[in-house]
């Protein structure tokens, strides 16, 4: 599976190579997305959520991801695994979208760690992410910086 992460601008000028794709388009509110090209595309995940975590100062105003996206996300993703690529992207494509990316390799067991060396994955998203696929026994062998005390994620 490849993905591609894109910001905002460039996923909306995203064209299809002819292969099928998918995309998973995170804005900050709602209606926050660009428009996305439908050729070839086998799936669309339109999600709003801020780019921030629970330890933010304005955290109780502010729309974080939650387990609920993260299902909608793992449920997304298991409709459209057999696709070629998943685009996924956020505002700026540098936070929200690469921990999608990151996650969703993990959970696969890939190699994540090309996600942490060329972006900043958000915490909240990641660990939220691989939490829920551990929750519903998705992830595939386990993951190196999983605690022994409670089975959770944490980075």
């Known amino acids: 599976m490849e993905f591609i992460v894109k910001g905002r601008y460039d996923a ?13 388009s995170i804005g900050s509110f709602d209606g926050d997305w660009p428009n996305i090209t439908a050729v070839n595309r086998m799936g669309l995940l339109k999600l709003h959520f801020h780019d921030a975590d629970e330890k933010a100062e304005d955290a109780e105003v502010l729309t974080l991801f939650s387990e609920a996206h993260a299902d909608q996300i793992l449920d997304f993703f298991n409709q459209h695994k057999d696709v070629d690529y998943i685009l996924v992207h ?13 996650a969703i390799t993990k959970i696969l067991g890939g190699d994540d760690s090309v996600w942490f060396r060329i972006k900043t994955p958000n915490a909240l998203v990641y660990r939220t992410l691989l939490n829920r696929a551990f929750d519903r026994n998705l992830i595939q062998g386990l993951p190196e910086n ?8 944490c980075i």
Request: aromatic share 6%; proline share 6%.
């Open 90 to 102: 956020c505002t700026a494509g540098r936070s929200r979208s690469p921990a999608v990316a990151a």
């Open 146 to 153: 999983m605690p022994e005390s409670d089975g959770r994620f």
């Open 12 to 24: 909306g000028k995203h064209e299809s190579d002819g292969r099928a794709w998918a995309c998973i």
